[in-house]
């Protein structure tokens, strides 16, 4: 999936793209909890950045919008959006539906599953199943 602005990453013919989708304020929301879980470490070899911002209002004004971080996003994929290459994916039909959500992206990555499998293919996409103590060194994130 891609949570990269295309100004960051150049879009090709030839690579499927994945473009979550959330609402703005839930996307703004994620963003001030991430802005300011950044280690001393990390900050100290970014300079200093990000800054600790405890107030949402700050964060929101200085950073969320005055960066473009959101809109700048949409605006850049939505122009591609009907392209066969490139599947939106909105964080709402994810959690209504999540197997039919992960049907919907292995039709678009062109991944055959077998029937009796996506129950365990849904179980093991969940946050909960990832979380789990014996998971964690299972996976990137």
Do not use: C
């Not at 700048?72 to 959690?95: E, K, M, Y």
């Not at 039709?107 to 849904?122: H, I, M, Y």
């Amino acid at each position: 999936n891609t949570r990269t602005s295309l100004s960051v990453l150049p879009f090709r013919e030839d690579v499927r793209y994945i473009v979550p989708v959330r609402n703005g304020l839930d996307t703004a929301k994620l963003g001030h909890a991430m802005h300011n879980s950044y280690n001393s470490n990390t900050t100290r070899i970014w300079g200093g950045y990000p800054p600790f911002e405890p107030s949402f209002t700050n964060y929101l004004k200085e950073h969320f919008l005055e960066l473009n971080v959101y809109h700048g996003f949409l605006n850049a994929w939505l122009p591609l959006r009907g392209r066969p290459n490139v599947l939106f994916l909105h964080v709402n039909d994810i959690l209504a539906s999540p197997e039919a959500a992960l049907r919907k992206v292995a039709r678009f990555l062109q991944v055959t599953v077998a029937e009796d499998k996506w129950a365990a293919v849904a179980a093991q996409s969940s946050v909960q199943w990832m979380l789990r103590p014996e998971n964690l060194d299972k996976w990137d994130g």
